[in-house]
């Protein structure tokens, strides 16, 4: 069973519109974190926000958000305010803190987002 | 602050050469690096852990013969692909954890395009 599941292959958003980018995660252990990367055609993996699993509140950085349901075992990434350079692909992945990954990084496929002017 | 440089960016070189690649934490002390290989349109693929002054953890079907691993300092680990072959053509790109990160986020480079020819 894949452990982190990107269901969308790819997306529009207009731009300054709000996006949705879906993760659901599969895991039994109860420490584990899940992140959100950027990879934009260049390349390179940018960082764009953690949620622990016992974290409270829903984590935020700027324009992005991250939409943690536990119980649903989902971690839907939140973009505002889409802009022309947030078209990239977008990777959902996570860590677990003693499952068999061994504190790797397990990544989805990703999505590919698209922003229209 | 968490800025990773990977050197070189891209690289041609012949069938039968080895290519080295750096991967270095500008800002701060990596306790554990980690090292990717990406195929077009697809997500990133484990091949080694390597943590500072230890020998590298290889995944299942990397060839640690073929894909050297040194991590010589907590800033520093090479990759060296020894004996290159078309079929090794792909896109490397390395990432690194910081000390005393309780989130254990991982750090990307901007990955090297390795041509082999």
């Known amino acids: 069973a894949q452990k982190i599941t990107q269901t969308q292959p790819g997306m529009f958003v207009q731009e300054k519109e709000a996006v949705t980018l879906d993760c659901t995660y599969d895991?039994?252990?109860?420490?584990?974190?899940l992140f959100w990367y950027k990879q934009p055609s260049s390349g390179e993996m940018i960082f764009l926000i953690y949620?622990?699993?016992?974290?409270?509140q829903n984590a935020t950085e700027g324009r992005y958000s991250l939409n943690f349901q536990k119980a649903r075992k989902s971690a839907n990434l939140v973009i505002s305010a889409s802009q022309l350079g947030d078209s990239a692909m977008y990777f959902c992945?996570?860590?677990?803190?003693?499952?068999?990954?061994?504190?790797?990084?397990?990544f989805g496929k990703g999505t590919k987002l698209s922003v229209k002017p | 602050g968490a800025v990773v440089s990977q050197h070189p960016s891209w690289v041609i070189c012949k069938s039968g050469t080895s290519v080295k690649i750096e991967c270095r934490s500008l800002?701060?002390?990596?306790?554990?690096m980690f090292w990717y290989r990406q195929f077009p349109k697809q997500s990133l693929m484990l091949m080694a852990t390597?943590?500072?002054?230890?020998?590298?953890?290889?995944e299942q079907g990397v060839e640690k013969d073929k894909f050297l691993i040194n991590h010589a300092s907590l800033t520093l680990s090479t990759l060296t692909v020894t004996s290159a072959h078309p079929e090794d053509s792909s896109f490397y790109i390395c990432?690194?954890?910081?000390?005393?990160?309780?989130?254990?986020?991982?750090?990307f480079g901007p990955g090297t395009r390795l041509t082999v020819l």
């Open positions: 990432s690194a954890k910081a000390r005393g990160d309780s989130t254990d986020t991982q750090y």
């Open positions: 800002d701060f002390q990596a306790t554990t």
């Open positions: 895991t039994s252990d109860p420490s584990y974190g």
């Open positions: 949620q622990g699993s016992y974290d409270q």
């Open positions: 992945a996570m860590r677990e803190r003693y499952g068999g990954s061994q504190g790797n990084l397990i």
């Open positions: 390597s943590n500072e002054g230890s020998k590298a953890t290889y």
